[in-house]
């Protein structure tokens, strides 16, 4: 009974029901300064119910992702997401990740900015990343490699991020969340939906990958990765 509680509190997390009617898109308020330089982007990763947490990433292999930003001098401005799909390092067309932008990947009025990823299996075949925002959601499927579905991972580790210390006191299963500065007005590698590397030491490998500092469009001919999905930030 309580593993089937757990069951359920991780897929509610991952289906959420469709939102109601969204509100009007916030527009970049009239004489607003010039965009800044930098923004701070926070990831917190996964569940901090440690039970849930491994549930999600060991059982039913869900990721999850949390992002925030905030800055004040952003409000209205987009934290603009598109994606590209690379197979055998044949790059499709990069898309938009929505056609809403103006309305799911706006700061508020305040300048804040949250997100929520998941990233799943769904059949033998089918891959799914969900992507929930405050006024609304969008997914996205792809056909997995065959007979690796179950091995790919949503990762953000391409960029330096530095862990924030916890407050108050540790928490067995506590997650941490780490923060990057990205600069806005360009367009940057974000998030990677990945297969690992499989190295000649017979090892799989997810990190290396991300922290080699090779172009994502070189990682075919570099690691002989067949299939990822790179997601692509600009702040603008």
Known sequence: ???????????????????????APTPTPAGAGALPDSVTVSIHVGSDNPEIHQLMMRVLHIDKLHVEAHDPR?????????YQEFRAGVPTAEKELTSSAARLMSFDKQGNFSMDAFARQVTETTLENQFHFAAGF???????????????????????YKRLPTLGPAVPGRQSTATHTFPTGRKLPFLVYMLPYEAPDGFSYYCDVAHSKVPTGEWFARFHIPHFVVYYLRVE
């Open 1 to 23: 009974m309580r593993l089937q509680l757990l069951v359920f509190l991780a897929l509610t997390a991952l289906a959420s029901p469709a939102f109601g009617q969204a509100p």
């Open 74 to 82: 952003l409000a209205g401005r987009l934290f603009h997401l598109t």
């Open 138 to 160: 969008n997914i996205k499927t792809f056909t997995a490699q065959p007979g690796l579905g179950g091995r790919y991972s949503l990762r953000n580790d391409l960029w330096p």
